[in-house]
């Protein structure tokens, strides 16, 4: 489009593309000149205008280990203000904030409009949504994923996915002595168990063939994008979208990539429905969510139902399938290089396998080629088990920040005060890192913190592990994601012995999902089967 075609407004926010980016290149010189001296300054700086930009910037390539250092040297909290270009931003992970903002307060602090446009990807969906649309999603989705129905469902079809997908595959790679990228595997098998649960249908990512996934290297941009635009002024990546460069002109083709996948997946689904069944009526062995809401008469009656059933089913798949890959790939990751804690799994685990293995002796051909697989009833109870998957989780959280916006101003109990309009930045990663929050031991890798002296499970409040995040927005799937995480990872370290490749360098992608940048590169060896005495 022409200069002389452009309105004012827009013709701003190039001014302020070009004003943010002279500052950059300012700030990014300085950095390297600084870097030359070797000299290295993380403590939070309020500059002239500019804020505490320059030390963001100075550690984009390590952004959040480079804010965790600056809530360390602040005392949980700082406020980023760069004014020319209308960005102000208070960041935490100070654990009574917490609990004000997303409990206390709670009305007082809305995802807010900016968020909805950065997480455009979702729609009107529940994550994107506040006040009463929001209380009414939550209500409905909380109705129909509480039924008994629906949790059996969930243990029956975690289970299958992995005796039928995850250990055959991990077999075939154990068996062809080949290192396999595991965090991709793992967000395979995740897609292909979200995709079950929400549209009853299995895309088969996991195929030994590991054929190429669209949608999934299309998520993968768009939730880069999503994290990228948290770190600039909203007139800088707005301005971007709108002139098509950059991410996000990457985005845009994602989002045709992702959209039209879950729109296939309910075309898909509606038509099967119309083969298989005659109604939805009690008798009907109706299972996955989908299927729950087309069958729900408030939702299908409404004047918005494709766009509410659309939205939804975008919201729990994105939310499924990153987020559990995410947690089992560093839960690997943290367990494969920690051999005590991992023999302290198996010591838990070896009861039951044990009398597994008793039960399969003696037949002509055992189940799963000799492999063990527990049920939810039999893991839904470990201990060990369960406190190692909250410390990974504690560490490496799947959602690494949240995102809030002030409706009005307020004075947060660490004293600080916060404008109306101002934007909340919550790091849970750096909350797992702070000595003030959870010890001296912080950054180690120990999950006898969750277990009390006389051998149960330690309570820890929600505002201090976050990674179901807190208050009345906790995650309404933190259960079905439990089930699925202990079947799944019960299985994979029983059978398989998990060693990550000398020299992987294994660090966070910037992305609103805790992904691993390079992967998580892996050799897989099978167990020798043991029986307990």
């Known amino acids: 489009m022409a200069i002389s075609n452009m309105n004012l407004f827009d013709l701003f926010f190039v001014l302020q593309l ?45 952004l959040l280990d480079g804010v965790t250092v600056l809530l360390a040297t602040s005392q949980l909290n700082f406020q980023c203000r760069f004014w020319l270009a209308g960005f102000r931003f208070f960041v935490t992970c100070d654990p009574d904030n917490v ?36 209380r009414r999603q939550r209500n409905k989705a909380q109705m129909l994923m509480t039924t ?11 289970l299958d996915k992995v005796e039928k997908g995850l250990l055959p595959f991990l077999a075939h790679v154990a068996d062809a002595g080949k290192t396999c990228d595991l965090q991709d595997v793992l967000t395979r098998w995740s897609l292909d168990a979200t995709c079950h649960l929400v549209f009853g249908v299995d ?9 190429e996934v669209p949608f999934a290297r299309a998520m993968d941009d768009v939730l880069r994008t999503i994290f990228l635009r948290h770190t600039m002024p909203v007139s800088c990546w707005k301005t971007m979208r ?22 296939s997946a309910i075309a898909k689904h509606r038509a099967d429905d119309g083969k298989s069944r005659q109604g939805c009526g009690d008798k009907q062995p109706i299972a996955d969510l989908l299927s729950s809401f087309l069958c729900d008469d408030e939702i299908a009656g409404s004047a918005d139902a494709d766009v509410y059933i659309r939205d939804m089913a975008m919201n729990l798949l994105v939310a499924g399938r990153d987020t559990t890959s995410s947690a089992l790939s560093w839960f690997f990751y943290l367990v494969s290089t920690n051999p005590r804690v991992e023999q302290k799994l198996l010591q838990e685990l070896a009861p039951i396998a044990s009398r597994k293995l ?25 201990l060990y088990l369960h406190a190692a998957l909250c410390e990974a989780m504690r560490l490496y959280p799947p959602v690494p920040l949240e995102h809030k916006a002030a409706v009005a101003g307020d004075v947060l109990p660490s004293g600080h005060e916060v404008s109306a309009g101002d934007k909340v ?38 505002n201090k592990f976050v990674a179901f995040n807190s208050g009345p927005r906790t995650c309404l799937g933190k259960e079905m994601a439990l089930v699925q995480m202990k079947v799944t990872a019960a299985a994979m370290a029983w059978n398989f012995a998990v060693e990550v490749v000398p020299g992987h360098v294994v660090e966070p992608r910037l992305s609103v999902i805790l992904h691993m940048k390079n992967g998580l590169l892996v050799r897989v060896k099978r167990r020798e089967p043991v029986m307990n005495s």
Request: aromatic share 12%; with cysteine.
């Open 148 to 158: 008994p129905r629906f949790r059996a469902f969930v243990a029956r079809s975690s």
């Open 358 to 382: 008793q039960l399969q002796q003696g037949r002509l051909f055992p189940s799963n080629g000799g492999m063990v697989t527990f049920d939810a009833s039999e893991v839904r109870n470990l």
């Open 425 to 462: 930045l919550v790091f849970y990663y750096s909350m797992g890192r702070m000595k003030r929050v959870w010890g001296k031991d912080c950054r180690e890798f120990r999950p006898e913190r969750w277990i009390t002296e006389d051998g149960k499970l330690r309570y820890v409040p929600s």
């Open 99 to 134: 609990r004000h903002i997303f409990t206390s307060n709670f009305d007082n602090y809305p995802k807010g409009e900016v968020f909805a446009e950065m997480f455009d990807v979702l729609g009107g969906g529940i994550f994107n949504t506040d006040g009463e649309r929001w």
């Open 203 to 211: 895309p088969g990512c996991l195929d030994v063939g590991l054929p």
């Open 18 to 62: 070009l004003l943010s980016a002279v500052c950059v290149l300012v700030i990014c010189y300085r950095y390297h000149r600084l870097k030359s001296m070797k000299k290295c300054s993380l403590g939070v700086v309020q500059w002239p205008i500019v804020g505490v930009l320059p030390a963001i910037v100075a550690n984009m390539h390590r």
């Open 242 to 263: 709108w002139l098509g460069i950059g991410h996000e002109k990457r985005n845009a083709a994602a989002r045709r990539t992702v959209e039209s996948f879950v729109a």
